[in-house]
């Protein structure tokens, strides 16, 4: 066993040498080169061109034969083979994943500590057995949330409702808000006769017409309530009847931030000022804001950033049980995938991993759009959360397919904006991997 192991690291070290001083790498340190996740790969794999054939031959993707709505679905995967940062498709192609299923495959492809985790007999209850956690928990319950998501809340923050989507979250969340609103205008929490009876009917007073704004850009899910708040694509609201809530500018910063920093400013005051105006606006018509919700980063809508004072300030401008319940609150299994996670990030230290590899990846976005100034504009990023405008949507769209067929999977967002969402296990060595295949599709396209 020990000498097949050594045999591989020796074969990984061997291939990756290869690989860095191929012609054209010109993204090589020694930093980079001395970390390899042990379960990866060691680079792309392209057999055919994507979707292959196989995937073209799959039900979903013939014409005329449809399972559910498949108009967003690009290929058919092999999650079995899947390894660390690089997705294997049914064709056999293997890409170096930069998305991460929309960001959300954290530490990799079939991490072996979330393999072990799911062979433990002691958790198969959890998995089998999904309780109505509201009503009636697990034993285990409130040691897990202690340990998982109380472990990573914010200071000062010491309850939460584990919830089973975002978007209901989010819901509940505005639930949360408007109650706290009405029993804040009482002056107690014991609602009339006439509110008991009228909310029955969606009829005030039981059904206050209340508002919650939200940021031009923002994408909060895809249920009504959440849909009012969200702002990012046309397809997501067109024909569906939402609510007069209102919607601010969300600060467009121009880059380099230290060169445009007298005109972020201002930019951020206008938003913070129509912010305000807004607030006013809306009590004048009888549907005054109960609260706000916008994003860190807003992400679909175009990775667009805004400075912490900005938050700030939008705080300062905002100073101002049973009934948030739905079947399942959550599920315990996905607690004991988010333990054993953070499990992960602390014993292999990837916050610091995430910080080396995002300065290379950002210092490389920064070279490349300095190569390709007619091509590229407006890098930015804070770890690996990072992106890139491309000159107009339809060239957007070609280098993500053209990136796609050289073996590496890439988003867009926002108008014509190319995200990076990589796994935490993202080392600066799969950054520079990233860095020559993009240059590369960038070539074709000067």
Same mark, same amino acid.
């Given at each position: 066993?020990?000498?097949?192991?050594?045999?591989?690291?020796?074969?990984?070290?061997?291939?990756?040498?290869?690989?860095?001083?191929?012609?054209?790498?010109?993204?090589?340190?020694?930093?980079?080169?001395?970390?390899?996740?042990?379960?990866?790969?060691?680079?792309?794999?392209?057999?055919?061109?994507?979707?292959?054939?196989?995937?073209?031959?799959?039900?979903?993707?013939?014409?005329?034969?449809?399972?559910?709505?498949?108009?967003?679905?690009?290929?058919?995967?092999?999650?079995?083979?899947?390894?660390?940062?690089?997705?294997?498709?049914?064709?056999?192609?293997?890409?170096?994943?930069?998305?991460?299923?929309?960001?959300?495959?954290?530490?990799?492809?079939?991490?072996?500590?979330?393999?072990?985790?799911?062979?433990?007999?002691?958790?198969?209850?959890?998995?089998?057995?999904?309780?109505?956690?509201?009503?009636?928990?697990?034993?285990?319950?409130?040691?897990?949330?202690?340990?998982?998501?109380?472990?990573?809340? +914010?200071?000062?923050?010491?309850?939460?409702?584990?919830?089973?989507?975002?978007?209901?979250?989010?819901?509940?969340?505005?639930?949360?808000?408007?109650?706290?609103?009405?029993?804040?205008?009482?002056?107690?929490?014991?609602?009339?006769?006439?509110?008991?009876?009228?909310?029955?009917?969606?009829?005030?007073?039981?059904?206050?017409?209340?508002?919650?704004?939200?940021?031009?850009?923002?994408?909060?899910?895809?249920?009504?309530?959440?849909?009012?708040?969200?702002?990012?694509?046309?397809?997501?609201?067109?024909?569906?009847?939402?609510?007069?809530?209102?919607?601010?500018?969300?600060?467009?910063?121009?880059? +380099?931030?230290?060169?445009?920093?007298?005109?972020?400013?201002?930019?951020?005051?206008?938003?913070?000022?129509?912010?305000?105006?807004?607030?006013?606006?809306?009590?004048?018509?009888?549907?005054?804001?109960?609260?706000?919700?916008?994003?860190?980063?807003?992400?679909?809508?175009?990775?667009?950033?805004?400075?912490?004072?900005?938050?700030?300030?939008?705080?300062?401008?905002?100073?101002?049980?049973?009934?948030?319940?739905?079947?399942?609150?959550?599920? +315990?299994?996905?607690?004991?995938?988010?333990?054993?996670?953070?499990?992960?990030?602390?014993?292999?230290?990837?916050?610091?991993?995430?910080?080396?590899?995002?300065?290379?990846?950002?210092?490389?976005?920064?070279?490349?759009?300095?190569?390709?100034?007619?091509?590229?504009?407006?890098?930015?990023?804070?770890?690996?959360?990072?992106?890139?405008?491309?000159?107009?949507?339809?060239?957007?769209?070609?280098?993500?397919?053209?990136?796609?067929?050289?073996?590496?999977?890439?988003?867009?967002?926002?108008?014509?904006?190319?995200?990076?969402?990589?796994?935490?296990?993202?080392?600066?060595?799969?950054?520079?991997?990233?860095?020559?295949?993009?240059?590369?599709?960038?070539?074709?396209?000067?």
């Amino acid at each position: 066993m020990a000498s097949c192991l050594i045999g591989r690291q020796l074969s990984l070290c061997v291939q990756k040498n290869l690989w860095l001083n191929s012609a054209g790498c010109r993204y090589v340190s020694k930093a980079a080169a001395k970390t390899q996740v042990e379960y990866d790969y060691d680079g792309p794999l392209m057999k055919t061109t994507v979707p292959g054939p196989r995937s073209q031959v799959m039900q979903p993707l013939k014409p005329n034969v449809c399972l559910q709505n498949v108009g967003a679905v690009n290929f058919f995967c092999n999650y079995e083979d899947s390894r660390g940062n690089y997705l294997v498709d049914v064709d056999g192609n293997r890409m170096l994943d930069i998305y991460t299923q929309i960001s959300s495959i954290p530490i990799g492809y079939n991490h072996p500590a979330l393999l072990k985790l799911m062979t433990n007999p002691n958790n198969l209850s959890t998995f089998v057995n999904r309780p109505a956690l509201g009503i009636l928990p697990p034993e285990n319950f409130p040691d897990k949330i202690t340990e998982s998501l109380l472990s990573i809340a +914010p200071s000062g923050m010491t309850r939460v409702q584990t919830m089973a989507c975002g978007s209901c979250a989010n819901e509940n969340a505005f639930k949360s808000i408007f109650i706290w609103y009405r029993n804040k205008e009482r002056g107690h929490n014991t609602p009339s006769e006439e509110e008991l009876t009228t909310c029955m009917t969606n009829q005030a007073p039981g059904c206050p017409d209340l508002s919650i704004l939200s940021f031009m850009g923002g994408f909060h899910g895809r249920t009504l309530g959440c849909l009012a708040t969200t702002h990012s694509k046309v397809i997501h609201k067109l024909d569906v009847p939402s609510f007069d809530w209102p919607v601010a500018p969300f600060p467009r910063l121009k880059y +380099p931030l230290e060169e445009f920093s007298r005109e972020n400013a201002q930019e951020e005051a206008r938003c913070l000022e129509e912010v305000e105006d807004l607030i006013v606006k809306w009590r004048q018509k009888g549907k005054p804001v109960a609260g706000i919700i916008i994003e860190p980063i807003q992400a679909e809508g175009g990775d667009n950033h805004a400075s912490p004072d900005f938050f700030r300030n939008l705080r300062n401008i905002s100073r101002k049980p049973y009934r948030i319940f739905n079947t399942w609150m959550g599920d +315990p299994s996905k607690n004991l995938f988010l333990v054993e996670v953070l499990n992960v990030i602390r014993r292999e230290n990837l916050l610091e991993e995430v910080t080396r590899s995002g300065k290379a990846l950002l210092n490389g976005l920064y070279e490349l759009q300095a190569q390709y100034p007619g091509l590229l504009s407006r890098a930015r990023g804070q770890g690996t959360f990072c992106a890139i405008d491309v000159r107009d949507a339809a060239t957007r769209d070609r280098l993500l397919l053209q990136a796609r067929d050289k073996g590496m999977l890439l988003g867009g967002c926002g108008d014509q904006s190319i995200r990076f969402r990589p796994a935490l296990v993202f080392k600066e060595y799969h950054v520079h991997i990233f860095l020559n295949i993009f240059n590369d599709v960038l070539a074709q396209n000067k």
